[in-house]
């Protein structure tokens, strides 16, 4: 069996693209390629197999940063998540699809694109930037809006197994920015409520008496909340 580094030069196909600069990242993508080749757990690995660990991995980035462990143990979380990407992008690449300096290229391309207020189109920085946030999404929106001028919803592109709060969070602000009526004093009023806490302590507490009080009387929160954003999609989406 190769040698992590040997391994570099070994398996083919293994992205060539990727500059001599960066060794690091040469050596993981080549121990990645040698593990498929010669672990038959990791050869027997699929996209849909590795979901979970993808889900998972994300979480612990999440936990970390929330527990404020920003070093050590945010740096090994974050390699958990990046040695993800590198499997889907060898899994892609063993059959012929795309490797992983596509993935890169094309992420990078994404990001001189989306973010014209900092780039020019061959990627060399503007003369001068915007001094708002909102200058900066105004932006953002525009030219993701010339990148898909066929999508006139703006509830498309909502990941569609989004836990329920995130995706009730991502509907509203897609709805706001899209220019929509967003009546949250109303929303407010209709169930009973005159404003909500002014902390997320407090909003927290309340969410969880919320799902406390569903659990007692046999109704599934999330199932309900669900229910419920995808009824504000339908009534504020566009008809086709």
């Known amino acids: 069996m190769p040698t992590p580094t040997s391994a570099n030069k070994g398996p083919k196909g293994i992205t060539d693209e990727i500059p001599d600069g960066i060794p690091v990242l040469r050596e993981l993508l080549g121990t990645i390629a040698a593990l498929r080749e010669h672990c038959p757990w990791m050869g027997a690995l699929t996209h849909e197999s590795l979901v979970e660990y993808l889900i998972e991995e994300a979480y612990e980035v999440v936990d970390s940063i929330e527990a404020g462990a920003v070093d050590d143990e945010l740096r090994g979380e974050l390699g958990d998540v990046l040695l993800q990407v590198v499997l889907h992008a060898r899994l892609a690449e063993e059959r012929g699809s795309f490797d992983f300096a ?12 989306r973010n014209q207020h900092v780039f020019k189109a061959d990627g060399s920085l503007q003369e001068s930037f915007p001094a708002s946030v909102e200058e900066i999404i105004v932006k953002w929106d525009a030219a993701k809006r010339a990148e898909k001028p066929e999508r006139k919803d703006p509830f498309e592109g909502i990941p569609p197994h989004l836990p329920a709060l995130a995706a009730a969070q991502k509907s509203l602000d897609r709805a706001v920015r899209s220019g929509l009526d967003v009546d949250a004093q109303g929303a407010l009023a209709a169930v009973g409520l005159s404003a909500v806490p002014a902390s997320e302590e407090a909003l927290g507490e309340l969410l969880l008496a919320v799902v406390a009080g569903a659990r007692e009387q046999g109704l599934d929160a999330e199932r309900a909340l669900r229910a419920a954003v995808r009824s504000f999609q339908n009534t504020q989406a566009p008809p086709s």
Do not use: F, L, S
Not at 104 to 113: L, P, Q, S, Y
């Open 102 to 113: 596509a993935v890169a290229r094309g992420i990078n391309a994404k990001m001189v694109r």
